[in-house]
């Protein structure tokens, strides 16, 4: 059973935020919020994961809502290097990733 | 990407076939995975591993064996290859526990079965 939903696809203009939706709404108190991306035939990359609080880092910022049911991942300036295929996974520590299909999104020079 | 490498890049193999798939890291992380990768499938779980001679299966291993006898080394053998093998096949490592979910990807293998 998927544990995440998200958009297929999604469409952001270069320069502008990318803000890419998730919902978890079954997520447990003990499973975290990671998020990869996979750019055309590369292998998926790390971009940043969270539990409870906002999260930011040098590639994209991380906001959760209080009751953890969703979420949304911010790329605040998206360049045609962006467009790739982004996975929103809700996993506990120890157990293993579940990737879905994720939403892939095309920047738009 | 950098210290995790898989061998080889494209393999064309016939059905019936043993074939192996090699991921060597340089990073002397503790976990190591293997996916694969369908269209319409996202990526799935073949087996890891959790540490020299540790392993388990994932939610796809029908078909699949794994082994390490190294830390940096992680091979995944289709014992007899079939059609519907024809996949990608990424490889993945993490660090430990704690930093568990931040896996480094390798640049995956295009496996084909005819």
């Known amino acids: 059973d998927a544990k995440t939903t998200q958009p297929t696809s999604m469409d952001c203009a270069e320069g502008r935020a990318a803000n890419l939706p998730c919902n978890h709404s079954?997520?447990?108190?003990?499973?975290?919020v990671y998020w990869y991306r996979q750019i055309h035939s590369q292998g998926p990359q790390y971009i940043i994961h969270?539990?409870?609080n906002n999260e930011t880092n040098e590639m994209a910022s991380l906001i959760i809502t209080e009751d953890r049911k969703s979420s949304t991942l911010i790329l605040p300036h998206a360049t045609l290097r962006d467009t790739a295929v982004y996975y929103c996974?809700?996993?506990?520590?120890?157990?293993?990733?579940?990737f879905g299909t994720g939403t892939s999104l095309t920047v738009i020079p | 990407d950098a210290g995790i490498t898989q061998s080889p890049r494209h393999k064309v193999t016939e059905t019936g076939t043993p074939v192996t798939l090699r991921c060597h890291q340089t990073?002397?992380?503790?976990?190591m995975y293997w996916y694969r990768q369908d269209p319409g499938h996202g990526l799935r779980l073949i087996h890891y591993?959790?540490?020299?001679?540790?392993?388990d299966k994932g939610e796809v291993s029908d078909g699949y064996s794994v082994s390490r006898s190294k830390t940096e080394d992680f091979l995944l053998t289709l014992e007899s290859a079939t059609s519907s093998q024809t996949s990608v096949y990424f490889c993945?490592?993490?660090?430990?526990?704690?930093?568990?979910?931040?896996?480094?990807f390798g640049s995956g293998t295009r496996l084909t079965v005819v």
């Open positions: 993945a490592i993490s660090e430990s526990l704690r930093r568990q979910g931040e896996y480094t």
């Open positions: 079954t997520i447990s108190g003990n499973e975290y």
């Open positions: 969270g539990l409870k």
């Open positions: 996974i809700v996993k506990e520590t120890g157990n293993q990733f579940y």
């Open positions: 990073e002397n992380h503790r976990y």
């Open positions: 591993s959790y540490g020299v001679k540790d392993t």
